[in-house]
């Protein structure tokens, strides 16, 4: 009887042992995938290609600065919560190849409230809460986006550049990480201000 029990306790604890191994073993690959900075890039042809680049992945609600082919930062964003489109007065997110028209609000102060591309003069509160509040502050940054396609992003009622889609700071840090925005990209308020400073007119914006 004594030895069956030793028996029953030693196979509960090589099982014990194994069963932990492989949990953790599961663990580790998900903290690896979670971690890995180009598993959020897609099959995407020729972003390589470019010294500088913007990924923005929809799905994953993350932007990525591409330096030389190379993930050299990752941002938190929030894009439409209309979902994605290109019509004119959608409010949704526009997909595909864009370029960074203009940079607007340099050396402004952090949390700056800007209307018209312009400082209002104000200083928005930030609400760090996942609250939606009634207004849809642009601040602190901007990078004004124009579309590279034409029929798709670019031209007649799917243009983003008259459609005002930028990349700018947000007073709803709360609700970045989900698609919240209006149809532009917000983005942490020192974030964004980190980003313009990286990035030059002219830079490729790809939304997917």
């Not at 028996?7 to 014990?16: D, P």
């Not at 180009?38 to 972003?47: D, H, K, S, V």
């Not at 009634?134 to 031209?155: A, C, F, M, P, Q």
């Amino acid at each position: 009887m004594i030895k069956n029990s030793r028996k029953g306790t030693i196979l509960f604890l090589i099982s014990l042992l194994f069963s932990c191994s492989s949990l953790d073993l599961k663990k580790q690959e998900i903290i690896y995938k979670n971690n890995t900075i180009n598993n959020n890039i897609p099959e995407i042809n020729g972003y390589k290609s470019y010294d500088s680049i913007l990924l923005v992945d929809i799905r994953g609600q993350v932007m990525s600065l591409v330096i030389e082919g190379t993930v050299s930062r990752e941002f938190i964003i929030s894009s439409s919560s209309y979902g994605t489109g290109s019509l004119k007065n959608s409010l949704k997110t526009p997909l595909g190849k864009h370029v960074i028209y203009k940079k607007i609000g340099e050396d402004l102060p952090v949390n700056a409230i800007l209307k018209g591309r312009k400082w209002s003069g104000a200083i928005a509160n930030i609400v760090s809460d996942p609250v939606d509040t009634d207004y849809d502050h642009v601040t602190s940054r901007i990078l004004w986006l124009d579309g590279l396609e034409v029929g798709s992003n670019k031209g007649k009622n799917v243009d983003s550049k008259s459609r005002y889609i930028y990349i700018h700071g947000t007073a709803e840090e709360g609700l970045l990480g989900q698609p919240a925005s209006d149809g532009c990209i917000r983005m942490y308020n020192t974030e964004v201000i980190e980003l313009f400073n990286l990035v030059e007119e002219g830079t490729q914006v790809w939304i997917y």
